[in-house]
């Protein structure tokens, strides 16, 4: 009890000095949040083309909309009760459509991304159970303390996180628009903070969408308007856990929710695709799933969504996600990651007689418990020889993907971060 009231004593004197030294210099870079894969409130109105496959579905469920017909969508605590499970998964299902190249929402199910620009729609994927669902809650008010405001100073860029980018060559509707939205943000932010370049904080997928923005823009846009880019547990290189999304459906943690209910609306997200373990990094000799008919390595994915009876997704992981996939290309601007470490990870899946309707047997490995310790430090063996990037790598151990965004020694580290970039600038300027 008494290392543990010690610690707690350290941390907030930690916190103290360090929001003192922040506060004192009242030089604060804009910054803006992005966060990660399910990690903001989604809306959704149905049409009258949304066609409902049980009485249960249909479109006076749910009871309470908005005067024009919208509801939350994600996150809804209905989707604990089997029979909404189902409507909840065909409403969040995303469609690719080859003749277009690119994916599209259900038929009669439109979706839209409350609060872009605030961080209002990030704190709490439910609001009325806000215990329950917070998400960026703890982080914000972390750095509130720090003298950050709202829609002043701090900003949030929310995104429908089933959707992805695509590489050049292929369309990319919502991702793109996303990506414009985001630019428009951060000069907007700048702007109205007399020039500031801003500090780019992600989490997770957040991660992966900063990196191409940056990337898609010109070195003198980057050099105006960025002053660093945080990155929170960033899946750089994919996850094994993807895989067993893929094969077997994944419940989030979320109780009575059966995995199999929610594994097709899982297979036809963009981003998730987008987050399979990547060839490059994961090699070929590296066994991720055995069954008894065959050993998957990250070069057979396309065969093992084949063999999943996902035979739809081969074409555009083929096409869209192995060219996206392929090469991280340094930004160019100071990077900063933090990541957890020592966490249990999945690291090869076993597929018995049940085959892959059944939740495999699982080795693990290092990682943040999502994400594979290579993913998280790809950017380091990647970029070291990149001249003009700086990175630095955090590591907190012990600390969860999930939790790296409210627990204290990673909000101490984070506050840490964020304290020392608006320092720098407040030193260089006096």
């Known amino acids: 009890m008494t290392v543990v009231l010690i610690k707690v004593a350290l941390i907030f004197i930690s916190m103290a000095i360090m929001l003192q030294a922040c506060q004192a210099s009242s030089y604060l870079h804009p910054l803006i949040l992005v966060p990660g894969s399910g990690g903001n409130q989604l809306e959704a109105r149905l049409t009258a083309s949304y066609k409902p496959t049980s009485l249960f579905c249909s479109r006076l469920n749910p009871i309470h909309k908005d005067k024009d017909g919208w509801f939350r969508l994600w996150f809804d605590p209905t989707i604990l009760l089997a029979p909404f499970t189902q409507c909840f998964a065909e ?7 080859p003749e277009v190249d690119d994916y599209r929402n259900a038929p009669g199910v439109e979706t839209r991304v409350p609060h872009f620009g605030s961080t209002q729609s990030l704190l709490y994927l439910d609001p009325h159970l806000k215990h329950i669902t917070s998400y960026m809650e703890p982080l914000v008010k972390s750095m509130e303390k720090l003298g950050y405001v709202d829609s002043e100073t701090l900003f949030g860029a929310p995104y429908d996180f089933r959707y992805g980018l695509a590489p050049e060559g292929h369309p990319s509707k ?78 989030l943690g979320v109780p009575l929710v059966k995995p199999l209910l929610v594994r097709e609306e899982q297979r036809s997200s963009e981003s998730n695709l ?21 050993t998957y390595t990250a070069y057979d994915i396309a065969r093992f969504l084949n063999d999943i009876g996902f035979s739809q997704g081969v074409f555009p992981y083929k096409t869209r996600i192995l060219p996206l996939v392929e090469d991280l290309v340094a930004p160019k601007v100071p990077v ?47 970029w070291a020889k990149e001249k003009n990037q700086t990175l630095k790598m955090i590591k907190i151990p012990g600390v969860s993907h999930s939790s790296i965004l409210k627990d204290d020694d990673a909000l101490v580290e984070i506050v840490r971060e964020i304290c020392s970039i608006n320092s720098n600038s407040f030193r260089a300027v006096f």
């Open 174 to 251: 919502v991702g793109t628009k996303y990506l414009q939205d985001l630019k428009a943000l951060i000069e907007e932010a700048s702007t109205s903070n007399g020039g500031k370049p801003v500090i780019l904080l992600s989490h997770s997928l957040g991660g992966l969408f900063v990196l191409h923005l940056l990337n898609r823009n010109s070195p003198s846009w980057r050099q105006k308007y960025i002053k660093q880019f945080v990155a929170l547990s960033a899946p750089w290189g994919g996850t094994v856990q993807e895989m067993l999304t893929f094969a077997s459906g994944y419940s």
């Open 274 to 294: 987008w987050l399979m373990p990547s060839p490059k990094l994961f090699g070929a000799k590296k066994p991720l799933v055995i069954t008894s008919n065959y």
């Open 336 to 382: 900063t990651c933090i990541i957890g470490s020592g966490v249990k990870t999945p690291e090869t899946l076993f597929y018995g007689v049940g085959g892959f309707d059944k939740q495999p047997d699982i080795v693990h490995g290092d990682g943040d418990g999502t994400v594979n310790m290579v993913s998280l430090l790809r950017v380091e063996v990647e």
């Open 91 to 97: 409403r969040m299902s995303l469609y690719y459509e």
